[in-house]
């Protein structure tokens, strides 16, 4: 029998021949007795071993094996960590960033606001008359006065640069 | 989900967990499989340290490449695919360092076994398992690197004749060739172990 004979014959056995080839082979068993017994040896052995694998266990226990390899990849992680980490400092600075910015362009159109009518305390006290002091004279004002309370609130429209009239903001006038 | 819910879960919710670079899910795979992958590294290194080494560097390397996991196959089969490509490896390393055996030289061009006789009885016929298992692996012992190779690849792992060839690199009738000595010389080391009894 022919090498190629024989590779025939076990590819046969093991389903690897086209339908056609495969009953050809299968005549061919059936009128010659080598063939036939040299696929009878190959069927058995196949069987054999295809049954027969030890059942083995790894001869350590389960955490010794484990640190291993929990360790192999604990050294792989330091690498990866360190390409992640320029992304995420960037990332962390993200929301202070964000929240400064935001309040600046608030407090930038706030500020004009906050200018065109401020309160300027009024501190001069007499017993019948209010004295205001200030060196805006063309300042528009709003006086309020509690005769109940005896109090005098004063309010002044001033320019932003304009100097407190007074250490004291606002005032009252008793 | 916490570390007492991965003993119960399927092996699906813990490759996902572990993607997401959970730990404790990655170790309950290695629990579940790791005799099975230990097995399979030592029916083809016949060595048990090269074995724990092996299987171990393979659970590393299934770690690194987990998201490349597409679940065409189930994990373990997958897993076993991983272990059986760094057998090769360290084979091949091996190979390199060390000159070729007269009995190796024969194996690979099939010299004796296509001389030897027909196997007319089963020689494992009436064998306890237990015993079966045993001749059989203490026969696999006995085979040349490229042939245990092979026949682990078609017996054990089911895979075809295209299957092997790419895995092992080389053409589908050096597969049929080396199998089919493989096969043979098995069926002669049976019937020896059958006689020493």
């Known amino acids: 029998m022919s090498e190629e004979q024989q590779l025939r014959l076990q590819a046969f056995l093991d389903g690897e021949l086209p339908e056609s080839d495969a009953r050809e082979v299968l005549a061919w068993t059936q009128r010659d007795a080598d063939a036939a017994a040299l696929l009878t040896e190959l069927r058995n052995t196949r069987a054999a071993i295809a049954k027969s694998e030890l059942h083995l266990s790894v001869p350590e226990t389960r955490e010794f094996y484990w640190s291993k390899i929990e360790r192999e990849i604990q050294k792989l992680e330091p690498v990866e960590k360190e390409i992640a980490a320029p992304i995420l400092n960037w990332r962390r600075l993200l929301w202070p960033l964000g929240t400064a910015a935001i309040c600046f362009v608030v407090a930038m159109m706030e500020i004009p606001r906050v200018n065109i009518v401020q309160p300027v305390a009024v501190v001069s006290q007499d017993t019948d008359e209010t004295v205001v002091e200030t060196d805006q004279a063309n300042s528009d004002a709003t006086t309020y006065r509690d005769e109940a309370d005896g109090t005098t609130l004063v309010w002044f429209s001033a320019a932003a640069d304009a100097n407190p009239i007074s250490g004291k903001m606002p005032g009252a006038i008793n | ?197």
């Not at chain 2, 009995?103 to 076994?113: C, F, N, P, T, W």
């Not at chain 2, 306890?128 to 078609?154: F, P, Q």
């Not at chain 2, 004749?161 to 069926?187: H, N």
């Open chain 2, 1 to 197: 989900m916490s570390g007492k819910d991965f003993t119960n879960a399927k092996d699906d919710a813990l490759v996902k967990a572990a993607r997401r670079g959970n730990m404790q899910a990655f170790e309950e795979l290695v629990a579940r499989h790791r005799d099975k992958i230990f097995a399979r590294a030592f029916s083809m290194m016949r060595n048990e340290d090269d074995a724990v080494d092996l299987s171990q560097e393979a659970w590393v390397k299934g770690w690194q490449r987990l998201k490349q996991f597409q679940g065409e196959s189930s994990f373990a089969t997958w897993m076993t695919r991983i272990v059986i490509n760094l057998c090769l490896d360290q084979l091949r390393r091996q190979k390199r360092h060390r000159t070729e055996s007269i009995e190796g030289m024969d194996e690979e061009s099939g010299g004796v076994e296509r001389q030897m006789p027909v196997v007319t009885v089963n020689p494992t016929e009436r064998l306890e398992r237990g015993e079966l298992r045993k001749k059989i692996d203490g026969a696999m012992g006995k085979l040349s690197e490229e042939h245990r190779t092979v026949l682990v690849l078609h017996e054990f792992e089911e895979m075809e004749y295209k299957e092997i060839a790419k895995t092992v690199d080389c053409s589908i009738g050096t597969v049929m060739s080396r199998l089919f000595y493989a096969r043979r010389k098995m069926a002669a080391l049976l019937v020896d172990l059958r006689k020493e009894k």
